[in-house]
């Protein structure tokens, strides 16, 4: 705890073993600019009255007049834009402005940001809403920023939503369900507020969002490490609700691998795109909450068999993908070469993949130098397709090793023009075209080739590809990927997501002042100018991995 008191953490009364693993964290060291008190207290003194209470687009457009002749003055500046520590590019300013436009409040509160600020109103669908994996980037630039409060309200409104009954017609959900999205309604005439949530009810294709509760647990850790609170971690409902959400993931069943079954649509590709099976998204951010959770779990008596099957699924699920998932030019060569219809233990080809499967493409996109974690591996299927997220965050994470983590960043750097091209950055390479497309995401017309979610590229994936960079001791590709963003973003208005095969059509139906898109650029500016930041939102390799757990081992003789 000497570390922690360095570090002014406010309280350090309990035993939590938040530390432990966050030795090597870069945020631990000393040159971390401390939090702006000043900026903090203006925040709080806010009046209500001054800011927009009701989420509807009138509300906005009424606040946008009333304040717009004073322009920025009326609206905090950025603690890095007070002009000491660095010369911010102009868009800095008026991203922070926007990202302050979509707060959302609850009762006098900022509780999160809302996901699209400007779009026709025939079109608004759910984008009025706060998303839990929207939010994450929005909380990461209040945390850089010295503003923790609406972080931490936020965590502590969404584990209240977990606590309710969730119901799709007749089927009731698991506890531990997280929301997709909520909302905040105001009864202008009894003057209430409530809140309506998402888990999945509403949501196209009714599917619950998995990678909430993953979100959840890695955003409840950065609030920790970047503020050095550790109260919050340590409530009772937060310590339960972890324990929650992990019961979800960790009960034993049919499986035979220790990584996620998922249904399609249920991660930021909310929409059937082939995911379903083992995305690496989810695989990826499983991986980091168990990791995440590890650290914040109290060693009490439910805590300490939580911590145990953590520990054992975490060893399962890093020997899986960084074997099966893992693909490079020599991996790629052997599956090629793969005899199939192998029986036993003897088996190379476990799952059985038939080489005539592996689609052409791939033979030129893989480099020689460099790889990557493929989208999916299930019984007789490899999906070969790049996912950015899922890679990201398996180096934040170090689900990837620092060797596969390097070849993640020459394969980025080798495909440059595939998968940054004009616009960082594509969600997933390459598109899904013709006969396939069809079958694939049965005719979905959002997600036409190089659209949305169909190799479309998205701004926000901008502060992964920095914080990757960051680890990985490659600033300089996260700056290219900046400098691109910086000659389109603002000039377009923050869009959802870009086209085409360079990205260099803002997407077809794609909303305009997107706040994750403007979050993630200043999370990733930010990140760059100070990259102690990077300590909140990744963990060094775990050295101290117990040994083979019992059940794998005996399967493995
Ligand atoms: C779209 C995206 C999803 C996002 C939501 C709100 O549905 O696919 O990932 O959370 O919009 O921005």
Redo the contacts with the bound molecule.
Sequence with gaps: MDGAKEMGIRNVSSICSLTKLDEHDLSCLPEKPRLNIERQRSFDERSLSELPTILTRESYDNYDSMHSPCGRSCIDTPASFGGNSFNPHPIVADAWEALRRSLVYFRGQPVGTI??YHYASEEVL??DQV?V??FVPSALAFLMNGEPEIVKNFLLKTLQLQGWEKKIDRFKLGEGAMP??FKVLHDPVRKVETIAADFGESAIGRVAPVDSGFWWIILLRAYTKSTGDLSLAERPECQKGIKLILMLCLAEGFDTFPTLLCADGC?????RMDVYGYPIEIQALFYMALRCALVMLKHDGEGKDCIERIEQRLHALNFHMRSYFWLDFQQLNDIYRYKTEEYSHTAVNKFNVIPDSIPDWIFDFMPMRGGYFIGNVSPARMDFRWFCLGNCIAILSSLATPEQSMAIMDLIEARWDELVGEMPLKIAYPAIESHEWRIITGCDPKNTRWSY?NGGSWPVLLWLLTAACIKTGRPQIARQAIDLAETRLLKDGWP?YYDGKLGRFIGKQA?KY?T?SIAGYLVAKMMLEDPSHLGMISLEEDKQRKPLIKRSSSWNC
Excluded: K, P
Excluded at 267 to 271: E, G, K, L
């Design positions: 996901a699209a759910n984008y998303f994996r929207d997709a999205s991660s930021m590709i909310d929409r979610h959802e909303r997107q994750w």
